[in-house]
């Protein structure tokens, strides 16, 4: 995707919560472009823009967005329910449901990335098939929204209150070494090497 000046600078793995959220808005834009395909063009001959937009938001479901799911079920949310917290109960009950959210969005995908893959194949969609396309994404686009205000105005902000930086450093670690990356650096650490910097 395009970068557009004045667009705010993602977090890095220094910030993981704010990761998450960065997360979100991607999933967000690559959803469009396929609802925006699907209920305009019906399943019919894609010009070699729309080719790429359908290829590379399938791609982004299909690769990078698992790696977000498992940053919640496998590093905040054990995390957030290890904790001894009065206020934590309400925020369990929804890792629960948000947890349901990620299975069916993940059967969702599997069925829309079939169709998205005959697509750009066959070059059309038979009228069921595109149909069907318009159907999930849609359902999708609607899980989505509701799973993603959750997780943003009534997890997120929890996490990032409650967990302590040894549990954020932790995460950040893990969602890292997901995307290859061995090893971040500390707040602390990587702040004294750009103080370091700066001195030099």
């Not at 009534?154 to 996490?159: G, I, L, R």
């Amino acid at each position: 995707m395009p970068i557009q000046i004045g667009q705010s600078r993602e977090s890095d793995f220094t910030d993981p919560i704010g990761m998450l959220g960065d997360c979100h808005r991607r999933i967000v834009r690559f959803l469009h472009v396929l609802v925006a395909l699907a209920t305009q063009q019906k399943g019919g001959p894609l010009s070699d823009d729309q080719r790429t937009l359908l290829s590379t938001s399938l791609h982004y479901f299909r690769e990078a967005a698992p790696k977000h799911t498992a940053d919640e079920e496998e590093s905040l949310f054990p995390r957030l329910r290890s904790l001894d917290a009065t206020d934590i109960d309400a925020v369990l009950a929804r890792m629960d449901a948000l947890e349901q959210d990620h299975e069916c969005a993940d059967r969702s995908h599997v069925e829309v990335d079939r169709l998205g893959q005959l697509w750009l194949t066959a070059g059309s969609l038979s009228s069921a098939d595109a149909s069907r396309l318009e159907e999930l994404v849609c359902q999708l686009e609607t899980l989505y929204r509701y799973h993603i205000g959750i997780e943003d105005t009534e997890v997120f902000p929890y996490a990032a209150r409650v967990l302590a930086a040894d549990d954020r450093q932790a995460i950040g670690n893990e969602m890292a070494a997901r995307r290859g990356i061995d090893r971040v650096l500390s707040p602390q650490r990587l702040n004294g090497i750009r103080q370091s910097s700066v001195k030099r």
